[in-house]
């Protein structure tokens, strides 16, 4: 993999917005329902710095030349009583910007969220897939993610439907 993946710092936090802006809208292009009102970006922002600054949190960005082009993030979950032992992870975003694919960041990027999680007892990682991402749900079940649960949702607002 040809540049840098380290630890986002809380300056990086306007790039990553930016980033993740990019993802939702190429996540609109397969399904509608990902497009996100006013205050998202203004949210996410939010909720990155205070993942930045978490110790139950890993936010990675890789840069090539000196320029972000691509981030992960990691939690550590934890389950009810009545779920199976083990301590969970999950994965709540990964993006790579398209003229950087195929060139091993995205995966570099996983295996260091992985070890992270590792490092800290974790023994089962989730994350969810968009379904209508065919390369994405590739690129996971490549790395050894297979599917388990199938999340499925109505929408009951009227004129809300995905493109189909």
Request: net charge neutral.
């Amino acid at each position: 993999m040809e540049g840098l993946i380290r630890n986002a710092r809380r300056g990086d936090a306007d790039m990553l917005v930016q980033l993740w802006l990019e993802m939702m809208d190429q996540h609109a292009l397969w399904d509608a329902r990902f497009r996100f009102g006013e205050g998202a970006s203004r949210e996410f922002q939010r909720r990155i710095t205070g993942m930045i600054r978490s110790p139950r949190a890993c936010v990675l960005v890789a840069e090539v030349q000196g320029r972000v082009v691509g981030f992960a993030t990691g939690e550590l979950t934890s389950r009810p009583e009545t779920y199976p032992d083990g301590s969970y992870g999950f994965i709540s975003e990964l993006f790579v910007r398209e003229e950087y694919r195929n060139r091993g960041i995205g995966t570099a990027l996983v295996q260091q969220v992985l070890e992270w999680m590792r490092k800290r007892g974790v023994t089962v990682v989730e994350l969810l897939a968009a379904e209508r991402n065919a390369d994405g749900r590739a690129f996971w079940e490549h790395l050894g993610f297979e599917a388990f649960l199938r999340l499925m949702r109505v929408d009951l607002a009227p004129g809300v439907r995905p493109d189909v």
